[in-house]
C-alpha cells in the first residue's frame, strides 16, 4: 500500500507522535501502530508537504469555484427562487462543513505519527483495504479524471465560441478547439508537484472572481436592457420533467461545490497541519459564497428558465445577436478559458501521483533523468487520453453529470461523516453523531436518485449523439 505515515519534513511533529505512541504502548502495548510505511515515488513527488494554509486556500479555490458555476441559473431554474437558494446554502454549509471532518480525521492522523496524504490512504486506515482498494480509489480516480475531461472540452467549446464571435461563418470545428486546448494542457501537466501550482492557482483565484463578476454584470446589463427576453419564473406543469428536473439541478450544485481532493490538497501544508485547512476553507468559501450566489441569482432573474447550460450562452441570441459588446463577452470568455486550465491541471494531480508511483523511481532524484523521461512521457499521455475523449464526446456533459452525482455526493457528503465517526466515535447521545447520520443517510439517498436522474438525460440525449460532432 502506498500510505504514509509520517512525512520527511515533519520532524517536530513526528517526535511528538513517537512521544505519544511509547506513551500508549507503555500502558497497553495492543494499541501500537503499525509500521509507517515508505514514502513511494507519488506521494514524495507529486504530493510535497510544503505549503501554507494560503496555498491550501488558492488550490481549493481553484478546485470548488470552476467555471461550472456558470450552470447555477439552469439549476435555479428547475428549482425556483425559494428552493434554488435554499439549496444552493444548504450544499455550501454541508460540504463546508464535511471538508472540515476530513480535515480533522487527518490532523488526528497525522498526531498519532501516521499522516496520510492521499484519499484512498485516509480510507486504507479507517474503512479498511478492500473499501480503498475497490471503492474510494477507483471512484476518486474517476470523478477526477472526468473533471479533467470535461474541462478540456469546455475549453474548447469556448474557444469556438469566442471564434465565432469573431467569424460567424468560420468553418473551424470543435474537435480542433478541444485539441488546441489540449496541447495547452500539455505544457501546464508537467509541471512536477502539486505545490508547484500555487502560483497559478493564485491567479486562478482573480481569475474566477473576473469572470463572475462578468457573468453577474453582463445579465444584470441585459435585465435591464431594451433587449432583454421576456422572463417566466414558472417551473415545468409536468410532474415526471418536474421531480427529474430537481434531481438534476441537486446534482449541479452538488458537483458545483465538489471537490474530491481534500487530503491531496491539505497533503500540500508543511508540518504541523492544525488549523491550516480551515483557514485555506474559510478563504475559499468566501469566494465560493460570492461567486455562486451573484452567478445564480442575477442569471436566473436576468432569463428565467430560459437560462441555458452555461450563462454566457444566454448572452448570444438564436441568431447570433450580442447582447452586451463584443469585447466584454470575449474578455469574459478568455477569463474562463484560462482558469479552466488551471482547474484541469489540478485534477490532473491524482493521475500524475498514480503514474508517478507505478513509473517513478523513489531512489533518484525528481529532476533526474530516470525520473524525468516517464514523467514526461506518461503526463502527456494522459492529457492526450483526455483530449481524444473531449474530442471524440462533445455531449460529454451528460456522463460528466452522471460522474458527478455517482462520485461528488458520496465523497463528498457521505464519506467525510462516516469517517469521522468512526475515527472519533461521538456519542449517539451527541448532536454531532445525529448530524453526521442524518447527512450520510440523506446523501446516500440522493446519490442513487441524482444518479438515476442523469441516466434518464442521457438516454433522452442519446439520439443526438454523433462522434466528433460539431456542437
Known amino acids: 500500500m502506498g500510505t504514509v505515515a509520517t512525512n520527511p519534513a515533519d520532524t517536530t511533529e513526528g517526535m511528538k507522535g513517537e512521544k505519544d505512541q511509547s506513551n500508549r504502548e507503555a500502558i497497553d502495548p495492543t494499541m501500537a501502530d503499525p509500521p509507517a510505511a515508505k514514502l513511494d515515488a507519488g506521494a514524495l513527488f507529486v504530493l510535497k508537504s510544503e505549503g501554507s494554509w494560503l496555498h491550501c486556500g488558492y ?38 462543513y464535511s471538508y472540515n471532518l476530513i480535515s480533522l480525521v487527518l490532523e488526528h492522523q497525522a498526531k498519532l505519527g501516521r499522516r496520510q496524504l492521499r484519499f484512498r490512504d485516509m480510507a486504507h486506515q479507517i474503512l479498511g483495504p478492500s473499501w480503498a482498494r475497490y471503492y474510494i480509489g477507483p471512484i476518486q480516480f474517476m470523478v477526477c479524471f472526468c473533471a479533467v475531461v470535461g474541462n478540456v472540452l469546455l475549453g474548447g ?94 446534482a449541479i450544485i452538488a458537483t458545483s461545490y ?50 441555458e447550460g452555461t450563462i454566457l450562452a444566454n448572452f448570444v441570441t438564436s441568431d447570433k445577436r450580442l447582447l452586451v459588446p463584443k469585447w466584454f463577452l470575449m474578455m469574459t470568455n478568455i477569463y474562463t478559458i484560462l482558469q479552466l486550465s488551471a482547474v484541469a491541471v489540478v485534477y490532473l494531480q491524482p ?32 492529457v492526450v487520453a483526455a483530449t481524444v475523449i473531449g474530442a471524440m464526446l462533445p455531449f460529454f456533459g451528460d456522463i460528466n453529470a452522471f460522474m458527478g452525482a455517482f462520485g461528488f455526493l458520496p465523497l463528498d457528503f457521505v464519506v467525510p461523516a462516516v469517517v469521522y465517526n468512526i475515527t472519533f466515535r461521538p456519542s449517539p447521545r451527541g448532536s454531532v453523531f445525529w448530524i453526521n447520520t442524518t447527512i450520510a443517510a440523506v446523501f446516500s439517498v440522493l446519490t442513487v436518485v441524482a444518479s438515476v436522474a442523469a441516466v434518464r438525460q442521457i438516454a433522452l440525449d442519446a439520439k443526438n449523439y454523433k462522434l466528433f460532432a460539431n456542437v
Open 59 to 96: 488550490h481549493l479555490t481553484t478546485s470548488i469555484v470552476a467555471p461550472a458555476l456558470l450552470s447555477l441559473p439552469l439549476a435555479l431554474a428547475s428549482l425556483g427562487w425559494a428552493a434554488g437558494v435554499f439549496c444552493l446554502f444548504i450544499a455550501a454549509a454541508v460540504t463546508f
Open 157 to 250: 467549446q469556448t474557444m469556438k465560441s469566442m471564434y465565432l464571435i469573431e467569424k460567424p461563418e468560420g468553418t473551424m470545428k470543435l474537435y480542433e478547439f478541444v485539441v488546441i486546448f489540449g496541447a495547452f494542457m500539455l505544457v501546464l501537466a508537467q509541471l512536477p508537484s502539486f505545490h508547484s501550482l500555487r502560483h497559478i492557482n493564485l491567479l486562478s483565484l482573480f481569475l474566477c472572481l473576473a469572470y463572475s463578476a462578468c457573468a453577474t454584470g453582463g445579465s444584470i446589463y441585459i435585465g435591464h436592457s431594451s433587449q432583454a427576453p421576456s422572463r417566466d419564473y414558472s417551473l415545468p406543469s409536468d410532474k415526471v420533467d418536474l421531480i427529474f428536473g430537481i434531481f438534476n439541478a441537486i
Open 351 to 382: 493521475t500524475n501521483e498514480v503514474l508517478e508511483g507505478v513509473f517513478a523511481n523513489p531512489e533518484k532524484g525528481q529532476h533526474s533523468a530516470r525520473n524525468v523521461i516517464p514523467r514526461i512521457i506518461f503526463r502527456s499521455l494522459s
Open 258 to 307: 465538489g471537490n474530491g481532493i481534500i487530503p491531496e490538497i491539505q497533503a500540500t501544508a508543511a508540518p504541523p497541519v492544525e488549523g491550516k485547512m480551515f483557514k485555506g476553507l474559510s478563504l475559499c468559501y468566501a469566494v465560493a459564497l460570492t461567486t455562486f450566489f451573484s452567478v445564480a441569482i442575477s442569471g436566473y432573474w436576468a432569463f428565467g428558465n430560459l437560462a
